[in-house]
Nanobody, 121 residues
Framework: QLHFVESGGGLVQPGGSLRLSCTAS????????IAWFRQAPGKEREGVSC???????NVEGSMKGRFTISRDNAKNTVYLQMNSLTPEDTAVYYC???????????????WGQGTQVTVSS
Protein backbone atom coordinates (compact mmCIF):
# COMPACT_ATOMS: atom_id res chain seq x y z
CA GLN A 1 0.00 0.00 0.00
CA LEU A 2 1.35 3.41 -0.99
CA HIS A 3 1.92 5.82 1.82
CA PHE A 4 3.50 9.25 2.27
CA VAL A 5 4.09 10.67 5.73
CA GLU A 6 5.09 14.30 6.20
CA SER A 7 6.51 15.38 9.53
CA GLY A 8 8.51 18.13 11.16
CA GLY A 9 5.97 20.92 11.11
CA GLY A 10 5.09 23.03 14.11
CA LEU A 11 5.07 26.51 15.57
CA VAL A 12 8.18 28.62 15.03
CA GLN A 13 9.00 32.27 15.58
CA PRO A 14 9.77 34.59 12.66
CA GLY A 15 13.38 34.15 11.60
CA GLY A 16 13.44 30.57 12.82
CA SER A 17 14.02 27.30 10.99
CA LEU A 18 12.30 23.97 10.50
CA ARG A 19 13.19 20.79 8.65
CA LEU A 20 10.31 18.87 7.13
CA SER A 21 10.52 15.20 6.24
CA CYS A 22 8.56 13.21 3.70
CA THR A 23 8.93 9.46 4.11
CA ALA A 24 7.47 6.97 1.69
CA SER A 25 6.40 3.38 2.10
CA UNK A 26 5.12 0.93 -0.48
CA UNK A 27 7.31 2.39 -3.23
CA UNK A 28 10.87 3.52 -3.77
CA UNK A 29 10.96 7.28 -3.52
CA UNK A 30 14.21 7.37 -5.52
CA UNK A 31 12.35 6.32 -8.67
CA UNK A 32 10.30 9.53 -8.75
CA UNK A 33 10.45 13.28 -8.73
CA ILE A 34 9.36 14.44 -5.29
CA ALA A 35 8.11 17.94 -4.58
CA TRP A 36 6.99 20.06 -1.70
CA PHE A 37 3.91 22.21 -2.05
CA ARG A 38 2.09 24.37 0.46
CA GLN A 39 -1.42 25.63 0.90
CA ALA A 40 -2.47 28.50 3.12
CA PRO A 41 -6.13 29.01 4.13
CA GLY A 42 -8.14 30.41 1.26
CA LYS A 43 -5.28 30.07 -1.22
CA GLU A 44 -4.39 27.61 -3.95
CA ARG A 45 -1.73 24.97 -3.50
CA GLU A 46 1.63 26.54 -4.30
CA GLY A 47 4.79 24.81 -5.48
CA VAL A 48 7.77 25.20 -3.16
CA SER A 49 10.53 22.96 -4.47
CA CYS A 50 11.13 19.70 -6.31
CA UNK A 51 14.00 17.26 -6.65
CA UNK A 52 14.60 14.99 -9.61
CA UNK A 53 15.73 11.39 -9.58
CA UNK A 54 19.26 12.54 -10.36
CA UNK A 55 19.21 15.12 -7.56
CA UNK A 56 18.59 18.23 -9.61
CA UNK A 57 16.40 20.77 -7.84
CA ASN A 58 14.00 23.57 -8.60
CA VAL A 59 12.95 26.17 -6.01
CA GLU A 60 10.19 28.74 -6.30
CA GLY A 61 11.70 32.20 -6.74
CA SER A 62 10.67 33.83 -3.48
CA MET A 63 12.03 30.89 -1.51
CA LYS A 64 15.44 30.65 -3.14
CA GLY A 65 18.20 31.09 -0.60
CA ARG A 66 15.88 30.18 2.26
CA PHE A 67 14.53 26.72 1.42
CA THR A 68 16.61 23.69 0.44
CA ILE A 69 15.31 20.33 -0.72
CA SER A 70 17.33 17.13 -0.42
CA ARG A 71 16.79 13.40 -0.54
CA ASP A 72 18.15 10.32 1.20
CA ASN A 73 17.17 7.34 -0.91
CA ALA A 74 18.52 4.91 1.67
CA LYS A 75 15.97 6.27 4.15
CA ASN A 76 13.32 6.67 1.46
CA THR A 77 12.93 10.27 2.62
CA VAL A 78 12.97 13.75 1.13
CA TYR A 79 13.65 16.77 3.31
CA LEU A 80 12.83 20.46 3.13
CA GLN A 81 15.10 22.70 5.17
CA MET A 82 13.39 26.04 5.76
CA ASN A 83 15.32 29.00 7.15
CA SER A 84 14.48 32.65 7.83
CA LEU A 85 10.81 31.83 8.12
CA THR A 86 8.21 34.59 7.98
CA PRO A 87 4.49 34.60 8.83
CA GLU A 88 3.81 34.40 5.09
CA ASP A 89 5.29 30.89 5.14
CA THR A 90 2.43 29.69 7.35
CA ALA A 91 0.64 26.87 5.52
CA VAL A 92 0.08 23.16 5.36
CA TYR A 93 3.05 21.61 3.56
CA TYR A 94 2.52 18.57 1.36
CA CYS A 95 4.84 16.28 -0.54
CA UNK A 96 3.87 14.95 -3.93
CA UNK A 97 5.14 12.26 -6.28
CA UNK A 98 5.60 12.81 -9.99
CA UNK A 99 7.76 12.47 -13.08
CA UNK A 100 8.74 16.01 -14.05
CA UNK A 101 10.47 18.41 -11.68
CA UNK A 102 8.11 21.35 -12.00
CA UNK A 103 6.11 23.45 -9.59
CA UNK A 104 2.62 22.83 -10.94
CA UNK A 105 0.42 20.58 -8.82
CA UNK A 106 -0.98 18.89 -11.92
CA UNK A 107 2.43 17.25 -12.48
CA UNK A 108 2.01 15.11 -9.35
CA UNK A 109 -0.26 12.12 -8.92
CA UNK A 110 0.07 11.16 -5.29
CA TRP A 111 0.07 13.29 -2.18
CA GLY A 112 0.65 12.99 1.52
CA GLN A 113 -1.69 14.31 4.21
CA GLY A 114 0.43 17.35 4.97
CA THR A 115 2.10 18.89 8.00
CA GLN A 116 1.16 22.27 9.47
CA VAL A 117 3.78 25.01 9.67
CA THR A 118 2.88 28.10 11.66
CA VAL A 119 5.22 31.08 11.87
CA SER A 120 4.19 33.46 14.60
CA SER A 121 5.58 35.36 17.52
Amino acid sequence: QLHFVESGGGLVQPGGSLRLSCTASGFSLGNYVIAWFRQAPGKEREGVSCISRSGGTNVEGSMKGRFTISRDNAKNTVYLQMNSLTPEDTAVYYCGRGWLCGLKASSYDYWGQGTQVTVSS
